[in-house]
Structure formats: structure tokens, C-alpha cells
């Protein structure tokens, strides 16, 4: 997209890739990486890297970053990329937790009544 997709390019993208989601490269279904320049030839800030990494049982992980150096750009992705992948597993173990059980603990009164005095999970 405005930028000659080169071996080096691609390389460098593959390699800071691997090495953001080698961690939880079990939960990785496909990863789609994009990068170009949104000018052209005029020049500025407008280089970028789009990264979409599709999860096992969760949410689409997407990135984008803008900047002058194309291989700056992707490695700033690549990282927010790997933190992105972490927050949206996490939050996928999140919504798949049962609430925990209220296990009561009744204490006896002297008057017969049982009032709860603690419940799973909480400090005393």
C-alpha cells in the first residue's frame, strides 16, 4: 500500500511477530499484517503498520501505528500487538470463570438463630 513490500520488510515484520506471540502462539488462529504509506511521495508522518491477530475463543486483537520509519513503526506495533493479544485473553478466561460459590458459615447464637459470619473467599 505506497510501500515496495521488501524481503527485509517482510522479514523484519515476521521475526518481531514471532517473537511478540510466540508465548500464546497456541491461541492464534491467523495474524493479517498491512503497512504502507498513506501519502505517497509527499513525505511526513504517515507511514503505518496494521496488525490484526484473529484468537482462539476470543476477540480480534487490532493495532495500528503511524510514524516516520517504517521498521519503527512495525516493531512499536508488534509489541502493542503482543500486549493487545494478553488483554484480550485475559479478558476471555475472564467472561469463562463461573462465579464463586458463597459457601456460608453460620454461627450459632445462644437465642438458636444462625447468622452468616464469612463467605469463600473472603479474609477474616
Known amino acids: 500500500m505506497g510501500v515496495p513490500a521488501t524481503p527485509a520488510l517482510i522479514d523484519h515484520a515476521d521475526r518481531r511477530?514471532?517473537?511478540?506471540?510466540?508465548?500464546?502462539?497456541d491461541r492464534v488462529k491467523r495474524v493479517a499484517v498491512r503497512f504502507g504509506d498513506d501519502n505517497g511521495p509527499r513525505g511526513g508522518v504517515d507511514k503505518f503498520c496494521q496488525i490484526q491477530v484473529y484468537l482462539v475463543d476470543a476477540h480480534v486483537a487490532c493495532v495500528?501505528?503511524?510514524?516516520t520509519d517504517l521498521y519503527d513503526v512495525i516493531e512499536r506495533a508488534t509489541d502493542r500487538a503482543g500486549r493487545a493479544v494478553v488483554k484480550h485473553l485475559d479478558q476471555s478466561r475472564m467472561g469463562r470463570r463461573t462465579a464463586p460459590n458463597k459457601v456460608t458459615q453460620l454461627q450459632h447464637s445462644s437465642d438458636g438463630a444462625t447468622y452468616p459470619t464469612q463467605f469463600k473467599g473472603e479474609d477474616t
Open 17 to 25: 511477530l514471532r517473537f511478540a506471540l510466540t508465548r500464546h502462539s
Open 64 to 67: 495500528r501505528d503511524i510514524g
